[in-house]
């Protein structure tokens, strides 16, 4: 990461998001709250896996999605 230094990174999934914030924390705890890695803004969702045995959570994946392409489009202070 530090390589190819990302506008924004996308963690999917509890594991991916506590190993990049450094904590312990629960896909409750860690979704809609900003992040940073080395100084590159960090967005949590679930991992893919988690939506084909709960599409319920669809429209919470799409609205982290859709504020990271905001993010992107507009360069926003952090998504």
Not at 5 to 16: D, F, W
Not at 44 to 61: Q, W
């Amino acid at each position: 990461l530090t390589t190819i230094h990302p506008q924004v990174i996308c963690a999917l999934g509890r594991t991916a998001a506590n190993a990049l914030c450094g904590t312990q924390s629960s896909m409750g705890e860690l979704r809609g709250k900003r992040y940073a890695w080395e100084g590159i803004p960090l967005v949590v969702t679930f991992h893919p896996a988690y939506l084909l045995r709960n599409p319920a959570a669809m429209p919470l994946i799409q609205q982290d999605m859709q504020g990271l392409l905001k993010f992107l489009r507009h360069g926003e202070s952090s998504p």
